[in-house]
Every structure is written in structure tokens, then in C-alpha cells.
């Protein structure tokens, strides 16, 4: 072999059908007999239903059924809660699959219909007449959680389900007490639309002989699919299969078990025919989960001379009419133990108010409760920057923990496995030429343009994770992985995963792991995922976990099956095992290099079993449950530099760098797709994204037409870089990077912005940074 | 209502609503889910397909409309058993992740490159404003339009 395969980056295996069109996602798909379930939703963010007239729908061309709750009955149990935060008063309310007596968000279901074809089914639902009596409604979790709110669930006092405050609050108060500088700021997290390409659809079909449901959905995680529409429907779960077939991104969008895909399949039980659902884009905005959705009151405190010494923050999480599938974990768990970032400080603070509204559910979004406490660091460092009159790079450069190899405590109580922080942010600032833009700056300033930098330093944690620190949090599973590898007689290899890729490349990166470790051709590397009966149980592509979780379990699968070659060749061969050598797919003899076994060779002939060593079971397949010892945590360096027009607000985006050190790359294009998409998901946060509401709960951004997506022209090309350095836990020592591009730039480009008006006094403008905001922000400080 | 018309060179005939929607008689009447609905209001592209050597985003057109015309989608643009270059370049500079965007990209760019050979990264970035991807960043995507879109100007 001349070159490495793993660290090339070759060519995805993935892309010849995605580039041809052949592809199947999940509404590419057809049944015979299908019918089209349509969902009549709410129109009122908070009402009471008071009567449904569903007689007109039934009546219409084409309807086969109509239902609503009542029909439904006990045949549904409501949508569960996944995560269970100990320690914090947690409520769960009931979450049936349509609404029965009251709506809590505009989506809430109604009723379905199905019909034989789509735009009929879609007439019939539009047909339903349904009476509500309004109730007021609050969308603000601030506001919710104050008296006097309309209350939401009768059951959750006060809008309150969750208080999340693990640390210790005397402690913090006396950091604070004693600090030369306390800075302080509201931060708002908008709410954010996640935007899958392909919005999701699920297509259900029932053997009433053998009691065996088939679900085909668009899933990150088409086991957890599986475990929960077992529980709602009362099906065994052997008898119910989940396919998540080509899935066009997630995001954390596809993480939750949502009410339509229960509902399908509880339609496909009642008629005995397939019934497929797929939403629209309008749909989806209303009914897909959202992400962030804070509030959060944070401070920071430190020294004259730039030494951070604390943070402390009160979040106000919106979660919206329920408590979707994660929805709790997102601003505790995954939140206040990053208070810490890449820095050496002692102190932390978080209380998490968990509060119902009569939003959306929310739940994971890119990045899942990271960004939003990486904004709230960076954004509060560069006030300390200003408050102590430092530069805000010199600032962070005083506080990064020095590089360690094998384990850092930090006050959040996390152990960070590897980093060296000043490397990446070193080399960073050299690609910005950060002095000299300095310079330029100032220069520019004094031409009346208004130039600003942004600088980000950032860890994360991410491959969850250990799954007894999982139960020890309250996630309701385990977050380990399985995978078989598979080498059939003529040495083509399967590799069956249980996480379940949606444009990540892990059909490409896991098959270069295999290659690695045992030598096959890459293109002799099928990776099989994303169907309950095909493959091993494991628990999804979230969190960054699929390449260093289901990435560790192939490589000491592939380990096992080399061990094993390596004894069957020495048999073969008729030599002692500790003479065989392996090298590039070939085992040999040492000193008689003619004589070679290739590991082809080998599997056939464990295939045949004509000649095995004694206690050698035939075969040549291994599998491997792989727990990881510990989340891992990439770190890096983003710096942004933009300009922003005074005449108009405009922003510039001129030049981004990103130095992200996710340990040795599988391959380094797959690598730079992530960031690049992570960085322009981020960006769009600072610049253009965010989802509005009026008073009344209403979505005023409820299509594509009014919610800013991010497009090529808001862009330069990346300037990208990296560092290495491994996981020191891992079988291959990698990292995750699927948030890291997230995580990182949604501060780094607001903080570029904030850089540029300082000199019109200019301390804080709620994101999205629109043109219109930033111009009167320029008029009322001018 | 009965259309006609000719997609990827083949004549092909129906009875179809007359609201239907030319992005639904291709992927439902005719099976060809190539081509991908992503938004309701054409802001999205997925669904983009050449209609008489033109860019259209299918969704905004009744299939009745299209009566007689030639239609060409992500399933009939290799010619010959061979990826069109703007395939082969999205391959080549892994311009995708999920794929959704992927065919109504494709179809855009391989349009825009004819109708432009030579076409700077500036005009290829306002061009693709049409076509929303979420995975990319649309970073490799203007390196394989630009790959071809340089080709194609020093053929």
C-alpha cells in the first residue's frame, strides 16, 4: 500500500446516488395501497377545544378515516420524556399524540385524516371545523415563568418544569463579592429554526397476522424510533422495525420521537394499510422541534490584571407546549458544565429554569445547549476585555489552560481528556495576522469605516459519552455503541452499525477505520446502518458521537478479527504466532516473506473451517459494545473579521478562520465539510437567523419566504487550520467535529461586530444582527 | 386533464388533476424522486429541473403548464453512462453531505456554467442564492461550480 488510507481524503462512498438522484429517502419511497395522512393543527398558540366536527372531511372524495383523541383513546400512550434531570423538582406533562381538550402551540394536532392521495387528504383536514375557546398566550420563558402567566399545564405550577442549580451558590457569591470587576449582560438566545433540507416524513405498515409493524422515518436515532413507538403503541418491540433509509440531515431535528410518527403508525394498525405522513416546509416550522430559545442574566467576574475568576448565569430555557424527547438535558447537562471553556477559572454558577410556553417544543439544535454557553463566555470575556482596558486576544491568551495530555479537572466538575490550547490559538491569530489588522483598524477608523475582530476560544464536549455518567444525569438510555464487523467468503466486508449517519460521510470514514486496521480495500468496505433489524442496537448520530463511539467499537472489532487471522495464518501457514508479521492486509512469516497469507485468504478459509487451529469457532465476523470512558473535548480558535456599513447597518463578513483540533483526521475533507457547514449554521445565528413571534404565539417566520436561511453570497471562502491532539482514551485517539463550527462562530462573529461599533459606544444589540437593528443601534448611539 | 411531455427524452403521458403540481407528476405519477421538495414557497431549489434547456424550480409550475415542453431532471442529465462534469466536480470537491439540496444544485449550476463558462466565485455565490443547502456552508459547493465553470471556459 503506497498511501495511508486513514488521513486521505478520498472520495465519499456515499455520493454516486446523491448525485445521480437515486437516492431513497423516506418519501421516495412507495407502497402499494398507501394513504395520506394529513394533521389538523391548531391555528391559537393556547385554547381550549370545545367542539370537532369532522363530518364534511369524512364525506369528502377520497377519505378513508378521519380521528381525533377521542377516536384514539387509550390506543396511543402520550409522547415520553427522555431525559430526566435528577435534582431539579423535574415535572413531565402528559404529551398525547393529539391534543385532547387544549392546544399549547400553533401545530398542536387536532385530528388526522386519511386519504388515497396527499392534496385530498390535506382538502379533507382543512374541512375539519373545530370551535376553540382563546386563551392568552407567552411565548417569552422569562415572562412565563413570572406570576400570573397563563399557566400551560395545570400540572406544572408556575410554567416552572425544571430548576437546574448543581453548584454551589455561596461559594460563587464570594468570588464575586471580592472581584476587582464584575461585567454583566441579558443575553438573549433566539430561538432557531433547525432546517433539515428534507423535512420529515414517516410511512408505516402493519401485518395484522404477525403483529409486526414496520416504520420508515426520517431518524438520527432509528433505535431509540424504535424503543418509543414500542412503549406508545404497546407493540412488542421485536415486532417493530425502524428504517431510517436516506435521511437528509438532522441537526438534532430528527433526534425526537414526535406525535406523527406515532400517529402513522397507530393509523396503519387501525386499517391495515401503509399510511404515510411527510410535512411541509410551513409544517415543519411549526411543529419540528426549535433550538436555544434563553434568556440568560450572566456575569463574569476577574481581576484588574485580566484574570478570570468566575461566572455565574440564570437561564430562563424556553421549552415550548411540551417537554419533547431530550428537551430537559439541553440547557442543564449540556450547558452549565461548560461554564469553564478552554480556561483556567475556579468558579462557576448556573440555575436552569426550565419553562413551559406556548412555543414550539423545543430540544437539540446543533451544538445542544454548547453554543449557548460558549456565546455567554466569549461574549462576557471581551466585556472584561473592555471593562479592564485590555485587548480581548491578550485577555484570553492569560486565561487558556496550558496543554495537557491525559486529563484536566476543571470546576464544572468535567475532566477534560486532552488539549493544547494556546497551540491553536496561536496559529490562529498568526493566519489573521491579528496585530496587523490591528493596525489596520485603526486606520481605517480614522477614514470613518468601522473594522472589527472577533476571537473565540473554545473546548467542547462532545462523543457522548460514558453511559453511567448518562444514567447518572438522567438520560433515559445508554450511550454506547455496537458494531459487527462482517467479512464474508469472497473478503468483502460489511461493517453493521447501530448510529445511524445523515450526511456526516460515515459510510466513508468508519469504512477508512476498517481499512486501516485490517487491510481491506476501502471499496470492499460496505458500512450497513439505519434499519433496527439489519443492525445492531446502538443509540444514534447525535452529540458528535458517531465517528469516536461507533469509530472506537470498528476498530477493536476489527482488532478482534485480526487476532484472529493473525493465529488461523500462523496455522496455515504452519508457523509459530509470534513469527507471523502483518503488514498492509498481509500476514507472513517472519524471515520467509514469500510465504503470505492475504487477509482474504484468511477469511475464506475461516469461512470453510476445512483446517482450523484447535478451539478456533469458524467464521470471520466480530462484534464489539464499546462504552466510552469519557466524553471527548475538541478545542480550537475561530476568529472573524468583518466591516459594518454605518450608512446602512451591512455587515461585511471579509475573512474567517477556523483552527479546530478534533485529534487525528480520518479524512481531512470530510473534517472541513463539517466545520464549514458548522460555521455557516453558527454565523447565521449572529447575522440573520432567528424565529419571531407576535403576541398572540403566532409564527411570523413560518416559511423560508420570512425565516432568514443562510445563502452562498453572505460567505468568503473558510481559511481553515488545524492542531492534533489525541484523544488519550480512544482506540484511534479522534475526536468528534460535527458541532465544533457551531459551538464556535455564532460569538466569534458577534463579537467581530460588537469589536467594529465599540468606537460609536456601542455594548450590545440582541442577535439576530439584522441591518435594521444594527442601523438604529448606529443612529441612536450617533 | 391529460399532459403530455417529454422528460429525460422519453414521451410520457397522463391523467392528472389539473392543480397538480409539476414537482409532484414527476415524483409521483412518473417515480422519478430525483428531483426533491424542500420549501412550499420556491425559496428552496430542490426541486430545480431544466424545462427546455431552462432553470425552473418545478414547484412553481402545474404540470398541465408544461404540456409539450422537454423536461430534463437529476436522472437525465448523464448522458452516455457518464456523470455530467458537474456531478463528477460535486463528487470531486465534497460538494455534499445529506444529498437533499444536491439535485436541484446540480441542475442549477450545470445550467448556470453553460449559460456562463468562465463565471467568477463573486457570481457564483449571488447566482446560487436560489438554493439553499444547510449541510455544506456552500463552500465546496462553489469550488466544484467554479471547477467546471473554469473548464468550461478553456474548452
Known amino acids: 500500500m503506497t498511501t495511508r488510507i486513514f488521513g486521505s481524503g478520498i472520495k465519499r462512498r456515499e455520493d454516486p446516488r446523491l448525485i445521480t438522484g437515486e437516492a431513497r429517502y423516506t418519501d421516495d419511497i412507495k407502497l402499494p395501497g398507501v394513504l395520506h395522512m394529513a394533521v389538523a393543527r391548531s391555528p391559537y398558540a393556547h385554547a381550549n377545544i370545545l367542539s370537532i366536527d369532522t363530518s364534511a372531511a369524512e364525506a369528502m372524495e377520497g377519505v378513508a378515516a378521519v380521528y381525533t383523541s377521542e377516536d384514539i383513546g387509550d390506543g396511543l400512550a402520550g409522547l415520553p420524556t427522555a431525559w430526566l434531570i435528577p435534582d431539579s423538582d423535574l415535572k413531565t406533562p402528559e404529551h398525547p399524540a393529539l391534543a385532547k381538550g387544549k392546544v399549547r402551540y400553533v401545530g398542536d394536532g387536532v385530528a388526522i385524516v386519511l386519504a388515497d392521495d396527499r392534496y385530498r387528504a390535506q382538502d379533507a383536514a382543512d374541512a375539519i371545523v373545530v370551535e376553540y375557546e382563546e386563551l392568552p398566550a407567552v411565548i417569552d420563558p422569562e415572562a412565563a415563568a413570572q406570576e400570573g402567566a397563563p399557566l400551560i399545564h395545570d400540572d406544572v405550577e408556575g410554567n416552572i418544569a425544571f430548576r437546574w442549580a448543581p453548584f454551589d451558590k455561596e461559594a460563587s457569591d464570594a468570588v464575586f463579592d471580592e472581584a476587582d470587576v464584575v461585567v454583566s449582560e441579558r443575553i438573549v438566545q433566539q430561538r432557531l429554526l433547525p432546517t433539515a433540507m428534507e423535512p420529515r416524513s414517516a410511512m408505516a405498515q402493519f401485518n395484522p397476522a404477525t403483529q409486526e409493524l414496520t416504520l420508515w ?48 403508525s397507530w393509523a396503519a394498525m387501525q386499517l391495515g394499510v401503509p399510511v404515510k405522513w411527510t410535512e411541509t416546509r410551513s409544517e415543519n416550522y411549526l411543529i419540528t422541534i426549535h433550538g436555544r430559545d434563553h434568556i440568560q442574566h450572566v456575569d463574569m467576574a476577574a481581576s484588574n490584571d485580566g484574570k478570570l475568576l468566575g461566572v455565574r448565569a440564570t437561564v430562563y430555557a424556553g421549552m415550548g407546549g411540551y417537554l419533547s424527547t431530550a428537551a430537559p438535558g439541553i440547557p442543564t447537562i449540556l450547558h452549565g458544565l461548560l461554564y469553564v471553556g478552554p480556561y483556567t477559572m475556579d468558579s462557576v454558577y448556573c440555575e436552569s429554569i426550565g419553562v413551559m410556553t406556548n412555543g414550539t417544543p423545543t430540544d437539540a439544535y446543533r451544538g445542544a445547549g454548547r453554543p449557548e454557553a460558549t456565546f455567554l463566555l466569549e461574549r462576557m470575556v471581551d466585556k472584561v476585555a473592555a471593562a479592564i482596558d485590555m485587548d480581548p486576544a491578550e485577555v484570553r491568551r492569560k486565561n487558556l489552560i496550558p496543554a495537557f495530555e491525559d486529563g484536566y ?17 496561536e496559529k490562529a491569530l498568526g493566519m489573521a495576522g491579528y496585530d496587523d489588522f490591528r493596525q489596520a483598524q485603526a486606520e481605517a477608523l480614522a477614514d470613518g469605516r468601522y473594522l472589527g475582530i472577533g476571537v473565540t476560544a473554545y473546548t467542547e464536549m462532545c462523543g457522548l459519552g460514558p453511559s ?101 495464518a500462523a496455522h496455515l501457514m504452519e508457523a509459530n504466532v509470534d513469527d507471523i508479521e502483518y503488514a498492509d492486509g498481509s500476514f507472513s512469516v517472519k524471515g520467509s516473506p514469500d510465504q503470505a497469507q492475504s487477509i482474504q485468504d484468511v477469511a475464506l478459509m475461516a469461512h470453510l473451517a476445512w483446517n482450523m487451529p484447535e478451539g478456533m469457532d469458524p467464521g470471520f465476523e466480530e462484534s464489539q459494545f464499546y462504552d466510552p470512558p469519557n466524553f471527548v473535548y475538541p478545542f480550537g480558535t475561530h476568529i472573524a473579521i468583518v466591516e459594518v456599513h454605518a450608512e446602512t447597518g451591512e455587515i461585511d463578513l471579509q475573512r474567517y478562520i477556523a483552527v479546530d483540533d478534533c485529534g487525528p483526521q480520518i479524512n481531512p475533507e470530510i473534517v472541513a465539510g463539517q466545520i464549514h457547514g458548522g460555521v455557516v449554521q453558527g454565523v447565521a445565528q449572529a447575522l440573520c437567523e432567528g424565529a419571531i413571534y407576535d403576541e398572540n404565539g403566532q409564527l411570523l417566520t413560518g416559511s423560508m419566504m420570512d425565516y432568514c436561511m443562510p445563502k452562498a453570497d453572505m460567505f468568503p471562502n473558510f481559511e481553515l487550520g488545524e492542531t492534533v491532539t489525541p484523544s488519550p482514551h480512544h482506540p484511534i485517539g479522534v475526536k468528534g467535529v460535527g458541532e465544533t463550527g457551531t459551538i464556535a462562530s455564532t460569538p466569534t462573529v458577534y463579537n467581530a461586530v460588537l469589536d467594529a461599533l465599540s468606537p460609536l459606544g456601542i455594548e450590545q444589540i440582541d442577535m439576530p444582527l439584522t441591518s435594521a437593528k444594527v442601523w438604529a443601534a448606529i443612529q441612536s448611539a450617533s | 386533464m391529460q399532459v403530455s411531455m417529454t422528460v429525460n427524452g422519453v414521451k410520457r403521458e397522463a391523467d392528472v ?24 414557497t420556491s425559496q428552496c431549489g430542490a426541486c430545480t429541473v431544466h424545462l427546455d434547456g431552462k432553470v425552473l424550480k418545478s414547484c412553481t409550475l402545474l404540470a398541465v403548464q408544461a404540456e409539450g415542453c422537454e423536461v430534463t431532471t437529476i436522472e437525465g442529465l ?17 460538494g455534499l453531505q445529506c444529498g437533499y439540496c444536491t439535485p436541484g444544485m446540480i441542475m442549477a449550476s450545470a445550467a448556470f456554467v453553460r449559460d456562463n463558462p468562465g463565471a467568477s ?34 474548452a
Open chain 1, 409 to 425: 479537572d476543571v470546576a464544572a466538575g468535567l475532566t477534560y481528556d486532552s488539549g493544547d490550547y494556546p497551540a491553536a490559538f
Open chain 1, 468 to 568: 453511567q455518567v448518562a444514567g447518572a444525569v438522567g438520560f433515559q438510555g445508554g450511550l454506547w455503541e455496537s458494531a459487527t464487523v462482517r467479512v464474508t467468503p469472497t473478503g468483502k466486508v460489511q461493517a453493521l452499525i447501530g448510529a445511524s449517519p445523515h450526511g456526516q460521510g460515515s459510510e466513508t470514514t468508519l469504512a477508512q477505520i476498517i481499512a486501516e486496521e485490517l487491510g481491506f480495500p476501502v471499496d470492499d468496505i460496505e458500512v450497513v446502518h439505519g434499519d433496527t433489524t439489519e443492525t445492531p442496537m446502538g443509540w444514534g448520530t447525535y452529540g458528535s458521537r458517531t465517528t469516536p463511539v461507533t469509530g472506537a467499537a470498528l476498530a477493536h472489532a476489527s482488532r478482534k478479527l485480526k487476532e484472529k487471522a493473525r493465529v488461523l
Open chain 2, 17 to 40: 388533476d389539473a392543480r397538480t403540481l409539476l414537482v409532484h407528476f414527476l415524483r409521483e405519477t412518473l417515480d422519478l424522486t430525483g428531483t426533491k421538495i424542500g420549501c412550499d
Open chain 2, 121 to 154: 466565485e463573486n457570481e457564483i455565490r449571488h447566482y446560487l442564492e436560489g438554493n439553499i443547502c444547510r449541510c455544506t456552508g456552500y463552500h465546496n459547493i462553489v469550488k466544484a461550480v467554479k471547477q467546471v465553470a473554469d473548464s468550461a471556459a478553456g
Open chain 1, 217 to 264: 422515518c426520517t431518524s438520527q436515532n432509528p433505535h431509540i424510533h424504535r424503543f418509543i413507538i414500542s412503549a406508545v403503541t404497546g407493540l412488542n418491540e421485536n415486532r417493530v422495525r425502524v428504517i431510517a433509509p436516506e435521511v437528509g440531515g438532522g441537526f438534532g431535528s430528527k433526534i425526537p420521537c414526535y406525535p406523527d410518527e406515532a400517529l402513522v
Open chain 2, 78 to 94: 448523464a448522458e452516455g453512462g457518464e456523470h455530467h462534469p458537474m456531478q463528477t466536480a460535486f463528487w470531486e470537491n465534497h
